[in-house]
């Protein structure tokens, strides 16, 4: 793919090869534009769902490699998440801002299902996150979360694309002008594709939206069915 977009700015001629120095620059510079897909919801094609769990009267977890929770580190968390327990019952658990933590005055108060996540996502030198229980979880409980997770990254060139269809053309094009940085021309064909590519996997991730009838035109006298009216 590095040297496909490379072609396209003509940095490289057909059956050229990447030297070592070029190769740990351009893999850099890849990895980075990857790094930035991800912090975009519709670049995203998966929200993960993870389950972890709880320890009773432990209200704080790190979450990443070698965190408390082992997992590839969330770039955020979305809803819903919940609390499983023994019997498989669950009971929803909303997501809350610093804010609203913040204003909770006894943060270790034990209870028995939480009912308050707050996810603090620093980025500590080990790449670990904090999720926040309130009230602390009761023995026996199991935590369910939906996140976005990085996209996949590069450790060489020679390692293979793991993305779904239509990533490795967005990439190879959007990657070109990446390297082109203002220093070498880019046509305007391969700035239309990197375009079109790039909207077509936004399209496809684009969040399912759920009808619903707007209060103000429900009926006062009772309850509204959108498929019998």
Known sequence: MILRSLRLIGEKARGATLT???????????????????????????????????????????????????????TRLVDPCFIRDGSNYDSPVRLINIDAYGKIVDKTTDGSYPTYLYYDAGFSATSTATINLYPEPQAGLTLYINSWKQLQSFANVSTALLLPPGYERAIVFNYAIEEAGGFTSVSPEVAKIARE?????????????????????????????????
């Not at 070029?22 to 993870?50: F, G, P």
């Not at 399209?203 to 959108?226: A, C, F, K």
């Open 20 to 74: 070592a120095n070029e190769q740990t620059e351009c893999l850099d510079s890849l990895n980075a534009m990857m790094e930035s897909w991800t912090i975009d919801r519709l670049m995203v094609y998966q929200i993960t769902q993870e389950s972890f769990a709880l320890t009773a009267s432990q209200g704080a977890y790190t979450i990443g490699t070698g965190g408390n929770f082992n997992t590839t580190r969330p």
């Open 197 to 229: 590519s790039k909207a077509a996997i936004k399209s496809m991730n684009l969040p399912d939206v759920t009808m619903r009838v707007e209060t103000g035109i429900l009926s006062v006298y009772g309850r509204s069915n959108i498929l019998t009216g």
